[in-house]
């Protein structure tokens, strides 16, 4: 695996291998790989001929009191499981590399980033735009990998591709959960084994709205509640919102004709998670 931390130096790569008529499928990270990652990786081995990654934490989607100085990093093991998959070229830069002192240039979707995450993480996902659109403008992929976990970044950066006319196919990829149901995610790696078993009730929370929602319960609020009285039982998960939204706008919705995201974000002690399923009438 090449691993290159310089822009100018990727954009090279994908440029040669363009020309040479390859194919470049992209899996953006933050590192920490866990098999949600390694999924994505081996959905775009196979659809492309060669495969990209990076690995950035990046600080402009980390609010001021959030998590981006403990964010987990193990570049080593990254590295070991990327090659396994195998990725062909890692892009690992600094973060002064991709924010250079006068940077002051942002990519927001404005509508869709209003809810759900957006209301409670001002900035996140203009931060997350942005770098993803730089980050689509090094590597020059044709592809790219996003998994249905963080729902309303999918959503995000299709809009945002849709706007940009970025000529680039975006891969939904179905969210990879634990034998026991928790959603994968690197921020699980700080729940204590107590919080790890109490996280379970923000995907029960949902399996219990789905189950309403598969005996015939179309209002969205009815199954709010369902979610909210299941979650209740488990106190030391502290709810921050469960709410839905059509699944292809994250518009508001009274009554499900249309697939909608049922969507959660909850504290276990201080760590934050989100969860979320789609119910399709
Ligand atoms: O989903 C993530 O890990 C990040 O938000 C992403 C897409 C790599 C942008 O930093």
Redesign the pocket.
Known sequence: MEIIALPHEMQRWAEAARQRGETIAFV???GFLHEGHLTLMREGRKRATLLAS?L?V?PT?FGPNEDFSRYPRDFERDCALMREVPVDVLFAPEPDVIYPKGFQTWVEVTEMTKGLCGAHRPGHFRG?TT??AKLFNIVKPHIAL?GEK?YQ?LRTIERMVQDLNFPIEIVPVATVREPDGLAMSSRNAYLTPDQRQQALALHGSLRAAEAAFKSGVRDPQQLVSVASAWLQKTPEVQLEYIETADAKTLEQVTHIDRPVVLAIAARVGSTRLIDNLVLVP
Request: charged share 10%; glycine share 0%; no cysteine.
């Open positions: 953006p990270t933050m990076s950035f990046n989607q997350v770098v993803v996003f963080d970044q």
